[in-house]
């Protein structure tokens, strides 16, 4: 039986990656860049003021000057072609306008008298001394036309967002928009909303491995759950393929006559069998059409413990975090625990306390245990007694922070 570092090296060399796609900018946080980005013009484009203030020239920049105020107030950019500061005139500007032709320096309203106060004087008074340019920050100043501002590689953060779209982008190439269709299978299944008749169940898995792939930045989509259908499964997953970077599917891979996911990739190429972890004995991989796809149980506890196991980290590297396992506390046990099956590793749901944890129970289609669950205890397949330090992953809880 294959163990569960095979299984997930296995699983890794199915190369799960991100085709390189165009997003729009807004949408892009999180992502990793595929292209450099370089400044298309310079920035800024123009001489912009920094002050609310006086456009003046190198004459008038001395204490006691007074040069007669011109024209209109320039608050954005200047259209008119008359719109110059000559010796002994100004012009008032505010600040992010564009500093109109001739000017030297800007003079910030604060070290000025006798115009603001009184329009009809038709001068300013200018106190303090300023060098040439001062409160202009010039084209170019900032970043020059054509200099490389972003790196390939560089993940996109709320900030340099900020930076694309003043650059002027709309749409973004980036290595990290993975998607991932997840495709729940049973006969069993209708969507919650949904009656349930007798015999049928309402479906779970996908919503909760969707949501865990969304949080990590996935974009999901989630096809209606197929049946029984050997050849309805076989045209979902081929669309799927046309799609996705990565199928994930649930159920349908234990040893029934009636597992449709094994039936439906048989003869393709695709690999099943037990792997040594408890719950997820049975699991399954492989490509549809060239994308890799991963077959976990259809236990809910299973589903989502080999979720964790195996397809979280890889989907958080091809998505491009840098932390790709769940973070591990070393905590005393709670209560004590049995052997398990020999050769198995255990994954048990548990609830982390502030002196230690609490294994939620065995089940392996446990709805309750999921409810209760903040962490997966890792232990081999041997006892354990009261009080023993044992290795707990840590979920993701944090949307539920807030209401601790
Ligand atoms: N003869 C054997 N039977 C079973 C074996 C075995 O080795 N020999 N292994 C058992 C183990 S371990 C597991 S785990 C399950 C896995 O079976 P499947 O992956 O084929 O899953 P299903 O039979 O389709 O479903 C199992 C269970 O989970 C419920 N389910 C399935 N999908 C969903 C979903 N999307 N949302 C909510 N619940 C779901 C389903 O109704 C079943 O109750 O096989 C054992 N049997
Ligand atoms: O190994 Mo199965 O996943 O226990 O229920």
New binding site residues.
């Given amino acids: 039986m294959r163990t569960v570092a095979e299984h997930r090296a296995r699983i890794r060399a199915l190369g799960i990656v991100a085709a390189p796609r165009s997003v729009p900018v807004d949408d892009s946080v999180g992502h990793v860049l595929a292209e450099d980005i370089s400044a298309p013009v310079a920035v800024p484009a123009f001489d912009v003021s920094a002050v609310d203030g006086f456009a003046v020239t190198m004459n008038d920049l001395c204490t006691g000057s007074a040069p007669a105020v011109r024209g209109p107030r320039v608050a954005g950019p200047v259209t008119d072609p008359e719109v110059h500061v000559a010796p002994g005139t100004a012009i008032q500007i505010m600040t992010g306008a564009q500093v109109p032709s001739g000017a030297q320096a800007v003079v910030p309203v604060e070290a000025t008298s006798g115009f603001v106060d009184d329009f009809t004087s038709g001068h300013v008074r200018i106190s303090g001394s300023f060098a040439k340019g001062a409160n202009i920050r010039v084209a170019g100043g900032d970043i020059a036309a054509n200099e490389k501002v972003l790196t390939a590689g560089t993940r996109l953060s709320p900030n340099r967002i900020g930076v694309l779209r003043a650059l002027g982008r709309t749409h973004v190439r980036v290595r990290s928009a993975l998607r991932v269709a997840v495709v729940?299978?049973?006969s069993?299944?209708v969507w919650a909303g949904e009656d349930t008749r007798p015999g049928q169940?309402?479906?779970?898995?996908?919503s909760m491995l969707g949501a865990d792939l969304a949080a990590c930045g996935a974009t999901v989509r989630r096809p209606n759950?197929i049946g029984d259908d050997v050849n309805s499964l076989r045209d979902t997953l081929e669309l799927c393929a046309d799609w996705a970077d990565l199928i994930v599917t649930?159920?349908?891979?234990?040893?029934?006559t009636e597992?449709v996911v094994r039936l439906a990739l048989q003869g393709r190429d695709a690999d099943f069998g037990?792997v040594a972890l408890k719950?997820?004995?049975?699991q399954g991989l492989g490509r549809v059409d060239g994308v890799p796809i991963v077959c976990?149980?259809?236990?809910?506890v299973?589903?989502f413990v080999s979720y964790e196991v195996f397809v979280r980290p890889v989907v958080r590297a091809a998505l491009g975090h840098r932390a790709i396992d769940r973070p591990t506390r070393e905590v005393p046990l709670l209560s004590t625990l049995n052997a398990g099956r020999a050769g198995y590793t255990r994954y048990l749901l548990g609830i982390l306390e502030i002196d230690g944890v609490t294994p939620c129970g065995p089940s392996?289609?446990s709805i309750r245990a999921l409810a209760a669950s903040d962490c997966i205890i890792v232990v081999d397949d041997t006892s354990f007694d009261h009080g023993s330090q044992v290795r707990a992953w840590v979920l993701d809880n944090s949307s539920c922070d807030r209401f601790r």
């Fill in positions: 729940s299978t049973g069993e299944l169940i309402h479906e779970s898995n996908g759950p649930t159920g349908g891979i234990s040893a029934g597992d037990p719950p997820g004995r049975p976990l149980p259809g236990n809910p299973s589903s392996s289609g």
